[in-house]
C-alpha cells in the first residue's frame, strides 16, 4: 500500500510508556503512524525507524503541550496525505506527588497548561487543518483512575488537569459533533511506564499487593483499549468509555 493510501493517525507522547505502546499497535494493524514526542525526540526517532524496519510506516512530529508555537508547526507538517483521521492523546506531565496544602500555584498552572490550553490548542489546529478536511476524526485520550469515583489523594494538580482535560473533550463534542468529532476515554490506573518514578517505590510495593493479580497494568494493555476503541469508533459527538477488563487497577 502506497503512503498516501494509508489510514494515519498522531500519538501525543508516542516516544515511551502507553504512547509507545499504540504506536506499535497501531502501525502492525496497517496505520501510518505519527509519533508525537515532546522532549523525547532521540526516543521517538527510534521507535519510527524500528517500526519501520518491522515492514511498517512511521514520522515523527514535536508536540509538545507546553509550546502552541511548535505544536502548529507541527500540524501543519501534518496537513497533508497521509493526513490523521484520529489522534490518539497520551501525552502529559507527571503527577505532582503532594499534599494538597503543599502544592503550589505553579503546580497547578503546569498541569492545566499541558491539560487544557495545550490540548485545546492541538485539537483545535487538528480539526481546523486535517479533520474537517476528512468530514470527521476521532479523539482517543488518557484519562485517569485517579479522577474517582474515589479521588486518589496527593495527586491534586494531576486529578484537576486531568478533570479539565476530560471536560474540554466534552465541550468540543458537543460543538463539533455535528460535523463528525467522535471522541474515546479510557481510564487507567497505575500503569508499569516510567511516570511511575515520581512515587515512592514503598507506596508502588502496597498498591501492587491490593492490586488484581497484585500486578499493575502493562503499555500494551492499555494501548489494546485504545486501539479495540479505534476499531469501533462511537456516533459524532459521542464520548465513549472505553473498557480496561479485569486487569484495571483503580488509585488508593
Known amino acids: 500500500m502506497r503512503l498516501h493510501e494509508r489510514p494515519s493517525l498522531v500519538v501525543t507522547g508516542g516516544s515511551s510508556g502507553i504512547g509507545a505502546a499504540v504506536c506499535l499497535a497501531a502501525a502492525r494493524s496497517g496505520w501510518h503512524v505519527w509519533v508525537g514526542y515532546a522532549t523525547g525526540g532521540d ?9 519501520r524496519e518491522l515492514g511498517h510506516s512511521a514520522s515523527i512530529v514535536a508536540l509538545p503541550l507546553d509550546n502552541p508555537a511548535v505544536m502548529l508547526k507541527g500540524v501543519e507538517r501534518m496537513a497533508r496525505p497521509p493526513m490523521p483521521a484520529a489522534a490518539i492523546l497520551c501525552g502529559g506531565p507527571a503527577p505532582d506527588i503532594s499534599p494538597f496544602l503543599r502544592l503550589a500555584p505553579d503546580h497547578f498552572r503546569y498541569q492545566l497548561e499541558c491539560a487544557v490550553v495545550g490540548h485545546s490548542v492541538l485539537i ?3 480539526w481546523r487543518q486535517c479533520f474537517r478536511r476528512r468530514s470527521g476524526g476521532h479523539i ?44 474515546s476515554v479510557v481510564r487507567p490506573g497505575f500503569v508499569e511506564t516510567p511516570m511511575l518514578d515520581v512515587f515512592e517505590p514503598r507506596l508502588l ?12 497494568l502493562q503499555p500494551t494493555e492499555v494501548a489494546e483499549a485504545l486501539l479495540a476503541g479505534l476499531l469501533a469508533p462511537p456516533a459524532p459527538g ?10 484495571r487497577v483503580a488509585f488508593a
Do not use: C, H, N
Request: proline letters at 5%.
Open 124 to 126: 483545535g489546529e487538528l
Open 205 to 216: 510495593d502496597l498498591a501492587r499487593q491490593s492490586a488484581p493479580a497484585r500486578r499493575f
Open 43 to 51: 526516543r521517538a526517532a527510534t521507535l519510527a525507524a524500528e517500526i
Open 140 to 183: 482517543l485520550a488518557v484519562l485517569s483512575a485517579a479522577q474517582g469515583p474515589a479521588t486518589a489523594p496527593y495527586m491534586a494538580s494531576y486529578v484537576a488537569a486531568k478533570g479539565g482535560f476530560e471536560a474540554l473533550l466534552r465541550a468540543a463534542a458537543a460543538e463539533l459533533g455535528r460535523a463528525g468529532l467522535r471522541v
Open 238 to 247: 459521542a464520548v465513549a468509555e472505553l473498557p480496561l477488563g479485569q486487569a
